[in-house]
């Protein structure tokens, strides 16, 4: 990866391919950070019928169009989680995975988070509870943790604090049609890692170990991690000004924090693709005066 890029784009929705392609246009270095496969709201829509010149056309086929032109124009998607954002003054830094990425300006395009934290969850953070398993798994060397997976891709982040930890028990917290037919042999030949069926309750910190409630019980630990599809912008950005669930943004798309923007979902009804592809091109456009304003 670069030094620092011009704009960091996080979200390979509409919103944030909007962005990358209109930044790229503008001649700035632009880091797509998301999933390679892009949304999965989009690729799973059964129709959309307001996109202009697009009639009636199914989410999956708009994903690979929306895929299709990114690589025309030679933009990259990172397919990788970015845990926090850092505004350093005259700069970001983006910590992904264990690795801090600078960037002039950001550009947040993450959808909304409907998900309420669990109670415990946020006065814990940072203290027993992380997002980030290999950002944090080191503090945990011969101890005990629990991993709440909402994907099944999380599994891969509970083999590697396995071979740190004494002692792993994974959650899968999965859509049923993710849910293998024996939970038990997720990770097969790993005898430090227990699969257990439970829903997530509530967390408290007790005598200095972390209590996870669950419907089957506690759970005690030494760490909690909580490893979901994304991070509630608030938590994602701190300092970063909230309207509820959405991100407080001006015509210009541009947050409380200087450099940084949003597009689509993140910032409000309407939910719809033309509206964030459209917001996602004003913050690219604003990201690029902010930048040429600096120089």
Do not use: W
């Amino acid at each position: 990866m670069e030094g620092r890029y011009d704009v960091a784009i996080i979200g390979t929705g509409p919103a944030g391919v909007s962005a990358a392609i209109t930044a790229k246009v503008r001649n700035k270095s632009v880091l797509l950070i998301g999933s390679a496969d892009i949304s999965d709201k989009v690729a799973k829509a059964h129709s959309i019928r307001n996109y202009p010149g697009l009639p009636d056309i199914a989410g999956s086929e708009l994903a690979a169009k929306l895929q299709e032109h990114l690589r025309q124009m030679e933009i990259e998607i990172t397919d990788r989680k970015v845990t926090m954002v850092y505004a350093m003054g005259d700069y970001y830094s983006l910590q992904i995975d264990q690795e801090f990425i600078e960037a002039t300006s950001v550009i947040l395009a993450i959808g909304v988070s409907f998900g309420k934290p669990l109670p415990g969850e946020d006065e814990n953070l940072g203290r027993g509870v992380s997002y980030c398993a290999t950002c944090d798994g080191a503090l945990y060397r011969g101890k005990e943790a629990v991993i709440v997976g909402y994907a099944p891709k999380e599994e891969a982040d509970a083999r590697f604090l396995s071979e740190l930890a004494d002692k792993v028990t994974y959650i899968p917290v999965y859509k049923k049609d993710e849910m293998p037919a024996d939970p038990a042999q997720l990770f097969p030949g790993i005898g430090n890692i227990e699969v257990v069926i439970a829903k997530p309750a509530a967390i408290e910190k007790r005598d200095g170990k972390m209590v996870l409630t669950t419907d089957q019980g506690e759970i005690i630990s030494d760490g909690i991690f909580l490893l979901r599809e994304s991070v509630s912008p608030g938590k994602l950005v701190p300092g970063l000004e909230l309207d509820g669930n959405h991100v407080k943004v001006d015509r210009g798309m541009a947050a409380n924090l200087p450099g940084l923007f949003a597009a689509g979902d993140i910032t409000g009804t309407p939910y719809q693709y033309i509206k964030a592809a459209g917001e996602g091109n004003v913050a690219a456009l604003s990201a690029v005066s902010y930048i040429d304003s600096r120089k």
